[in-house]
């Protein structure tokens, strides 16, 4: 229950319902370190640049692509992640100052 007068900040609440689905979590924390987690030797751009190509995380992921893309666009409405294009590639990358945003107004909130 929401405390009479206290709106709770939109932005903070798109994030927290982005980060409760499991499967957007882990691909999340996935693209937190993407050496570790993604074939380097494999990729067509800079991953600490651009990001992580779709189809990378889709193969890793071991879903449908086009699921992959909604939780991936889920993740960028909410503010986590930036996607750009490399050809015909979406990547993707966390955004770092954005979840540290996040995270201090989660602290301010409870």
Sequence with gaps: MVESG?????DLMRALRALA???????????????????MERAIADP??????VSHIQEK???????VSAYL???????LVRSTRVGKWT??????????E??????HTL
């Design 21 to 39: 689905n499991p499967m957007r979590l882990q691909l999340l924390s996935w693209l937190r370190d993407p050496e570790r987690n993604f074939p």
């Design 61 to 67: 992921a071991g879903l449908a692509q086009s699921t």
């Design 91 to 100: 990547h993707y990358k966390r955004d770092e100052q954005r979840i540290a």
């Design 102 to 107: 996040l995270v201090a107004a989660l602290g």
């Design 6 to 10: 206290v709106t709770p900040d939109p």
């Design 48 to 53: 600490h640049e651009v990001g992580i190509c």
């Design 73 to 79: 666009a889920e993740l960028e409405r909410a503010g």
